[in-house]
Structure formats: structure tokens, C-alpha cells
């Protein structure tokens, strides 16, 4: 049974930092990713890495997140330095496989967690 497990959400000011990670059991990913949907707005890919080590961010996240993984214990990280109002969302990890150089912030994934809440006060 495959299962996702994020966790490291928290409530913080404008400006501080977060540490989210996510626990992968049952399945080894070749990609993994963060998502994150806000209430009231659509699902947006935050970053994404391959297994390999490749890195995608999204625009409103570049020099700000940074996503890592172990792959030896299967878990996702995603580091978020100055944090701003606009990125308070649920957090969600997915996985997949993809063919190489495919691992990006969108598209179809066949697993997911159940989200982490991060709130973001100015």
C-alpha cells in the first residue's frame, strides 16, 4: 500500500521559514513533487524533483524554496525561506513515475498525501 505523509506545516509570520517534508512507504518515486491549493483558487505546482537530482520550481517560488530529497529514506523536503500572505495554502506531496526529464510541477501524479496546512500572517 503506497502512503504519503506530509508534515512541518505551521502558522508563521510574513518573512520567517518553513521545513515541510513527506514520507513515501510502499512505493519507490521517480519523481516526486509539491503542490499546494489555497481556498477559493485552483491547485498550483510549487517544485518538483527526479530522483536523479533535477529541480523545477515555479516562477513565485524561485530563490525562495528549495527541494530536496533522501532517496535512501524515500522522503521529500521543501525548505521556504521569506515566506509571504500569498503562499499560505494546503501543501500537498505527490509521486509518480516519469520518464526522464519529464519530473516537472504539473501534470497527472498517481499518488498524493493528504496535505499540510501552512498560514502565512503579515
Known amino acids: 500500500q503506497v502512503q504519503l505523509a506530509e508534515s512541518g506545516g505551521d502558522s508563521v509570520q510574513a518573512g520567517g521559514s518553513l521545513r515541510l517534508s513527506c514520507t513515501v512507504s510502499?512505493?519507490?518515486?521517480?519523481?516526486m513533487a509539491w503542490f499546494r491549493q489555497a481556498p477559493g483558487k485552483e491547485r498550483e505546482g510549487v517544485a518538483s524533483m527526479d530522483s536523479d537530482g533535477r529541480t523545477d520550481y515555479a516562477d513565485s517560488v524561485k530563490g525562495r524554496f528549495t527541494i530536496s530529497r533522501d532517496n535512501a529514506e524515500n522522503t521529500l523536503f521543501l525548505q521556504m525561506n521569506s515566506l509571504k500572505p500569498e503562499d499560505a495554502a494546503m501543501y500537498y506531496c505527490?509521486?509518480?513515475?516519469?520518464?526522464?526529464?519529464?519530473?516537472?510541477?504539473?501534470?497527472?501524479?498517481?499518488?498524493w498525501g493528504h496535505g499540510t496546512q501552512v498560514t502565512v500572517s503579515s
Open positions: 505527490a509521486a509518480d513515475h516519469r520518464r526522464v526529464g519529464f519530473c516537472y510541477p504539473g501534470g497527472p501524479f498517481g499518488y
Open positions: 510502499g512505493y519507490d518515486a521517480f519523481c
